[in-house]
């Protein structure tokens, strides 16, 4: 069982359990390592049914227990013939552990290369370096600052630590993203101006983490850009270069409606202003290209600081004739005072009085757009009465020769009518061709489209043909990688053909063991058969003995006792065989009772038992703590 118990191990390691280094045996796996195990094996066997457990057992017993009947129902559902419970897991004894995850290791897939619980690529390889460093360094002691060295200073110390703070960098481009090509301006100053990374940033420590924070936006806008052109781009019908350039434009308008939305309407008066400030900002932002509209008058705010940056040109040529002056320093103080005072009160008449402007001018252009709202409507109605009094004259300038002018009105509405005929038969001749060709072209811009679309469709799933090799290769490199690193970390003195030699010793020991078997119940049946053939030819000698012993024993006394001697003599040799045959029998039982009684210490009965009684009384508490709570609620 040792072997065997050495190539589960090897083989659950490999499943990716944590088996410390000490276990050898399954006799030694705790009930949180049998869990571990179990679900190891179950994720590796089908994905999806191990993914659902937890390898990690809780503390509560009653999560404990629906852990437990999980994993028993799992190993049913994969065909586990044996009995299988909760208490397989929980209070679990070394025979039915080693059953059923031998059973497990043999469902493991064959032509599965690597673990599934554990993906492949370059992260995961990273991931498994650093656990590596970080487990190797937690297993160096710790050591006092005063007695460290200077390579343990490095590991313990945390002076060199710095703070994961990204700064943003400037890069030379070779194209815009939007236009396409770069301005000479811009080219002269990523040629002449531009100052190294390394120069660019305050303190040198940001230097790898805003290199990292920019590699890390360049890829995720990379990829944004991929998965929209393949969503988006391509049912456009347009060159990428032509769908940034429309989203350039389209975001452009979007920005200058937005201010046109959010700004009030101007006055006639502050047109130009709103526009040049308009134009300023737009070009802030780089679109100084687009028309831009009315804006705004500038804010109360806009107009106080105007009139404070007046205010303070000014009190300097009031200041520059104070020094001139014969007066004290606290009188000149007490002016300033003064003169700050007049100066505020005349900002907060100001103030008031432009906010009654303000108010005024809101006013007036409510009433304003109202009275241009009635003229409209005024000069409408003007429109509809001058058309009716056109008609009307017309109707009096006919009324004095009626009849005549009905016959004219009359032949006029006829020879209209025959026109409209006329003109509908031409109609009629030109629109059959017209409709004949536009079914045509109808027709074949149907096909077209059906044709573009089923190109579009191709290239999609090109696209995605292309993407899905284009992982699988990658996974596939990265497999080969990871596969490179595990060979070269494996021992160099242990070779194949070291496990194939001890593969073949365990066979050729089994194969002497099988020999020496079929040999032992050999001898034993030739030993049998020679009892047989013993105890018959026993039987019948003193069948016989006893037959001629009797006759002569009617005459002769000296014969009459020595077949009295006979007859015990025979009596005690078979109360000696028997006597024999049942010390076999009990040494046969005690052997048995011996095996059960070490079958019964494996299944470490006392100790389940104690367990059980523990746990009894851990759910017994936890029934009560839930029942004070429910009642508290």
């Given at each position: 069982?040792?072997?065997?118990?050495k190539?589960l191990?090897?083989?659950?390691?490999?499943?990716?359990?944590?088996?410390?280094?000490?276990?050898?045996?399954?006799?030694?796996?705790?009930?949180?390592l049998?869990?571990?195990?179990?679900?190891?094996?179950?994720?590796?066997?089908?994905?999806?049914v191990?993914?659902n457990?937890?390898?990690?057992?809780?503390?509560?017993?009653?999560?404990?227990?629906?852990?437990?009947m999980?994993?028993?129902?799992?190993?049913?559902?994969?065909?586990?013939?044996?009995?299988?419970?909760?208490?397989?897991?929980?209070?679990?004894?070394?025979?039915?552990i080693?059953?059923?995850?031998?059973?497990?290791?043999?469902?493991?897939?064959?032509?599965?290369?690597?673990?599934?619980?554990?993906?492949?690529?370059?992260s995961?390889?990273?991931h498994?370096?650093?656990?590596?460093?970080?487990?190797?360094?937690?297993?160096?002691?710790?050591?006092?600052?005063?007695?460290?060295?200077?390579?343990?200073?490095?590991?313990?110390?945390?002076?060199?630590?710095?703070?994961?703070q990204?700064?943003?960098?400037?890069?030379?481009?070779?194209?815009?993203?939007?236009?396409g090509?770069?301005?000479?301006?811009?080219?002269?100053?990523?040629?002449?101006?531009?100052?190294?990374?390394?120069?660019?940033?305050?303190?040198?420590?940001?230097?790898?983490?805003?290199?990292?924070?920019?590699?890390m936006?360049?890829?995720?806008?990379?990829?944004?850009?991929?998965?929209e052109?393949?969503?988006?781009?391509?049912?456009?019908?347009?060159?990428?270069?032509?769908?940034?350039?429309?989203?350039?434009?389209?975001?452009?308008?979007?920005?200058?409606?937005?201010?046109?939305?959010?700004?009030?309407?101007?006055?006639?008066?502050?047109?130009?202003?709103?526009?040049r400030?308009?134009?300023?900002?737009?070009?802030?932002?780089?679109?100084?290209?687009?028309?831009?509209?009315?804006?705004?008058?500038?804010?109360?705010?806009?107009?106080?600081?105007?009139?404070?940056?007046?205010?303070?040109?000014?009190?300097?040529?009031?200041?520059?004739?104070?020094?001139?002056?014969?007066?004290?320093?606290?009188?000149?103080?007490?002016?300033?005072?003064?003169?700050?005072?007049?100066?505020?009160?005349?900002l907060?008449?100001?103030?008031?009085?432009?906010?009654?402007?303000?108010?005024?001018?809101?006013?007036?252009?409510?009433?304003?757009?109202?009275?241009?709202?009635?003229?409209?409507?005024?000069?409408?109605?003007?429109?509809?009465?001058?058309?009716?009094?056109?008609?009307?004259?017309?109707?009096?300038?006919?009324?004095?020769?009626?009849?005549?002018?009905?016959?004219?009105?009359?032949?006029?509405?006829?020879?209209?009518?025959?026109?409209v005929?006329?003109?509908?038969?031409?109609?009629?001749?030109?629109?059959?061709?017209?409709?004949?060709?536009?079914?045509?072209?109808?027709?074949?811009?149907?096909?077209k489209e059906?044709?573009?679309?089923?190109?579009?469709?191709?290239?999609?799933?090109?696209?995605?043909?292309?993407r899905?090799?284009?992982?699988?290769?990658?996974?596939?490199?990265?497999?080969?990688?990871?596969?490179l690193?595990?060979?070269e970390?494996?021992?160099?003195?242990i070779?194949?053909?070291?496990?194939?030699?001890?593969?073949?010793?365990?066979v050729?020991?089994?194969?002497?063991?099988?020999?020496?078997?079929?040999?032992?119940?050999?001898d034993?049946?030739?030993?049998?058969?020679?009892?047989?053939?013993?105890?018959?030819?026993?039987?019948?000698?003193?069948?016989?003995?006893?037959?001629?012993?009797?006759?002569?024993?009617?005459?002769?006394?000296?014969?009459?006792?020595?077949?009295?001697y006979?007859?015990?003599?025979?009596?005690?040799?078979?109360?000696?065989?028997?006597?024999i045959?049942?010390?076999?029998?009990?040494?046969?039982?005690?052997?048995?009772?011996?095996?059960?009684?070490?079958?019964?210490?494996?299944?470490?009965?006392?100790?389940?038992?104690?367990?059980?009684?523990?746990?009894?009384?851990?759910?017994?508490?936890?029934?009560?703590s839930?029942?004070?709570?429910?009642?508290?609620?």
């Open positions: 069982m040792e072997e065997v118990d190539i191990i090897h083989s659950l390691r490999l499943s990716g359990t944590d088996i410390p280094e000490e276990v050898q045996s399954i006799r030694e796996f705790t009930t949180e049998i869990v571990e195990s179990v679900v190891r094996c179950l994720r590796v066997i089908s994905p999806s191990g993914a457990l937890s390898h990690v057992l809780p503390p509560g017993m009653s999560a404990r227990f629906r852990i437990g999980s994993l028993a129902q799992a190993c049913q559902d994969l065909g586990y013939q044996g009995e299988v419970g909760y208490q397989t897991f929980l209070y679990s004894n070394e025979p039915e080693r059953r059923l995850l031998l059973f497990l290791v043999e469902k493991f897939p064959r032509d599965a290369s690597e673990d599934a619980n554990q993906p492949v690529g370059k995961a390889t990273l498994r370096a650093i656990a590596a460093t970080i487990k190797g360094q937690l297993a160096i002691p710790w050591v006092p600052p005063a007695c460290r060295s200077p390579g343990l200073q490095l590991l313990q110390g945390s002076r060199l630590m710095k703070q994961f990204a700064q943003r960098l400037i890069l030379p481009q070779e194209s815009d993203p939007f236009t090509k770069v301005s000479p301006e811009r080219r002269e100053f990523f040629v002449k101006f531009l100052p190294p990374v390394s120069a660019q940033l305050p303190q040198p420590a940001s230097l790898v983490p805003s290199l990292l924070e920019l590699n936006a360049e890829l995720s806008a990379a990829q944004e850009w991929d998965s052109w393949k969503s988006q781009g391509l049912g456009s019908r347009m060159t990428p270069e032509e769908y940034r350039q429309w989203k350039h434009q389209r975001l452009h308008h979007r920005l200058l409606e937005q201010l046109r939305q959010a700004s009030p309407r101007a006055g006639p008066s502050q047109q130009g202003t709103a526009s400030e308009l134009l300023q900002l737009l070009e802030t932002f780089g679109a100084g290209h687009e028309q831009a509209g009315a804006l705004a008058k500038g804010s109360r705010f806009t107009h106080t600081q105007h009139l404070a940056y007046k205010q303070d040109a000014e009190i300097p040529t009031q200041v520059e004739t104070l020094p001139n002056s014969q007066t004290s320093e606290q009188e000149f103080r007490e002016s300033q005072a003064a003169e700050l005072e007049n100066l505020e009160s005349e907060s008449h100001l103030i008031a009085q432009i906010e009654e402007l303000e108010g005024q001018m809101s006013t007036l252009g409510l009433t304003l757009t109202q009275v241009e709202g009635e003229v409209r409507q005024q000069q409408m109605g003007v429109t509809e009465q001058e058309q009716v009094l056109r008609v009307k004259g017309r109707t009096v300038e006919l009324l004095p020769n009626a009849e005549n002018n009905m016959a004219k009105l009359q032949v006029l509405v006829e020879s209209s009518a025959q026109r005929i006329q003109l509908a038969a031409q109609w009629e001749k030109h629109r059959v061709p017209l409709i004949q060709e536009f079914r045509e072209l109808k027709a074949l811009h149907d096909s059906l044709e573009s679309s089923q190109r579009l469709l191709e290239i999609r799933e090109l696209h995605e043909r292309i899905l090799a284009a992982d699988e290769a990658k996974r596939k490199d990265d497999l080969y990688k990871q596969l690193v595990e060979v970390s494996l021992p160099k003195d070779s194949r053909s070291a496990y194939t030699q001890r593969i073949l010793e365990i050729g020991n089994i194969c002497k063991q099988k020999e020496e078997i079929t040999k032992i119940l050999h034993t049946k030739e030993l049998q058969k020679e009892i047989n053939n013993l105890s018959g030819k026993l039987d019948r000698t003193f069948a016989v003995t006893d037959e001629l012993v009797f006759k002569d024993a009617k005459r002769d006394e000296a014969v009459r006792k020595a077949y009295k006979l007859a015990a003599l025979h009596e005690n040799c078979s109360q000696l065989i028997q006597t045959e049942d010390t076999g029998t009990i040494l046969r039982e005690i052997r048995d009772l011996e095996e059960q009684i070490e079958s019964e210490t494996s299944k470490k009965t006392l100790s389940n038992l104690e367990r059980i009684l523990g746990d009894y009384r851990a759910i017994k508490q936890e029934n009560i839930l029942l004070s709570r429910s009642r508290e609620t």
